[in-house]
C-alpha cells in the first residue's frame, strides 16, 4: 500500500466532501466531514461491497449502531464501491436486511489515501476503522489483515471510554475497561504503583 496525503493521531483533518448512498431513505446525497463536527465519527473502511467477510462486519456495526449513536457518535461505512453498488449491495444480502448505516463512496480513493488504507494492487480499501472526535481530531487508528474481520463491541468500548475521557479530562481508561470500571489518574506518583490506583 502507498500513500501520499496521510493523517496521524491527534492531528486535525481538513474538510473533504464524498459521495453517500443513504439505505435508510434509498437516495444519493454528498456529505463533507464539517457537517459531522459536534460529533464523534467512525470511518469504517472495508475492502468492497461483493466479498465475503464485509457483510459480516456490515451486519455487526448495524446491530450496535444505535448504541453508537448513544455516545454522541456517528458512522460512515467506506468502500471504492459506487454508491449503485452499495445500494444493490444492500437490496441482495440477506445479512444486510434492515441495514441503516450511510455509506461512503470513494471512488477517487481520497478517503483511503488520506488514511492509508488504499490497495493499489486491488482497487481496494484495506479493513480500518478510525475515530474522529467532535473537534475533527483523529483518536484511534486500526488497521487489520483482509481475512480477519473486526468486533463492533469493541469499537463501541472505544467509544464510550473517548466519551467518558472527554466529559472528565485528566483521567485515562486501563485496558479492556467498560463503563463503571476503574478508571487512572497519571501522575509521577502512581509511576510505578497503578496495582494500588486500580483496587
Not at 462486519?57 to 467506506?78: F, G
Request: glycine share 4%; with cysteine.
Amino acid at each position: 500500500m502507498e500513500n501520499t496525503t496521510t493523517v496521524q493521531l491527534e492531528e486535525h483533518l481538513n474538510d473533504m466532501v464524498f459521495d453517500i448512498y443513504d439505505p435508510k431513505s434509498d437516495s444519493v446525497t454528498r456529505k463533507s466531514l464539517g457537517e459531522f463536527e459536534n460529533k464523534r465519527l467512525v470511518l469504517f473502511f472495508y475492502p468492497a461491497d461483493f466479498t465475503f467477510v464485509c457483510p459480516t462486519e456490515l451486519k455487526d456495526i448495524n446491530k450496535v449502531y444505535e448504541d453508537i449513536k448513544d455516545t454522541n457518535a456517528e458512522v460512515l461505512v467506506v468502500s471504492t464501491d459506487t454508491v449503485f453498488s452499495h445500494k444493490r449491495r444492500i437490496e441482495t444480502e440477506k445479512l444486510l436486511e434492515n441495514f441503516t448505516i450511510q455509506m461512503v463512496s470513494d471512488r477517487k480513493w481520497e478517503l483511503s489515501r488520506m488514511f492509508w488504507v488504499m490497495n493499489h494492487e486491488s482497487g481496494n480499501s484495506a479493513r480500518g476503522t478510525f475515530i474522529i472526535s467532535p473537534e475533527r481530531i483523529l483518536k484511534s487508528s486500526e488497521i487489520v489483515t483482509e481475512p480477519l474481520g473486526r468486533s463492533s463491541n469493541e469499537l463501541l468500548r472505544k467509544l464510550k471510554a473517548l466519551e467518558f475521557m472527554r466529559k472528565n479530562p485528566g483521567q485515562a481508561c486501563p485496558a479492556s475497561r467498560n463503563v463503571g470500571d476503574q478508571t487512572l489518574l497519571p501522575s509521577i506518583k502512581i509511576a510505578g504503583h497503578v496495582a494500588e490506583q486500580l483496587k
